[in-house]
């Protein structure tokens, strides 16, 4: 790839997961469907551990497959009041269609209005992700999210 084509797809692989990030935080379930591939696979067993298997949590079986699949599952979750911040991108494209990255991210995740505690969740991480570009637009094709930190309190 020319070094402009391959900026531009960075450019466009950066812009794509800060929609995420919006879609995510302001609940926008349609949009959150251009996001993904048809046949994406979303792995956030660690969305409230740094065990990596998820272990002691209910998360362990958050591991999703298809953009379908995805939404429903992300809309169902994340129904609280969340702020996500991703950022220092490392992309490296691999092709004109495909593309692959780790970007740090940090969250928060408040409690449903009337719950007297301050946070249910702070954490630290990254998301680990494999993109493509379908139709000249790039989308997630696999997204694994790891923990470096996470404070939770319990529900």
Not at 11 to 30: C, G, N, S, V
Request: charged fraction near 25%.
């Amino acid at each position: 790839m020319e070094t402009v084509d391959r900026l531009w797809a960075i450019e466009q692989i950066k812009q794509l997961k800060a929609r995420y990030f919006r879609f995510l935080d302001t609940k926008d379930w349609e949009g959150m469907r251009t996001i993904w591939t048809d046949d994406a696979v979303f792995d956030a067993r660690t969305a409230k551990t740094i065990d990596a298997s998820g272990a002691g949590t209910d998360a362990a079986d958050w591991v999703w497959t298809g953009c379908d699949a995805i939404v429903t599952a992300i809309s169902a979750v994340a129904n609280l009041p969340t702020a996500h911040h991703g950022h220092c991108h490392e992309i490296e494209v691999l092709s004109a269609t495909d593309a692959r990255g780790v970007i740090a991210m940090e969250d928060y995740v408040w409690p449903a209005p009337g719950d007297t505690r301050r946070t249910l969740l702070h954490g630290f991480g990254h998301y680990h992700e494999e993109y493509r570009c379908v139709n000249g637009r790039w989308q997630i094709r696999r997204s694994r999210i790891s923990r470096l930190n996470v404070m939770a309190t319990e529900p």
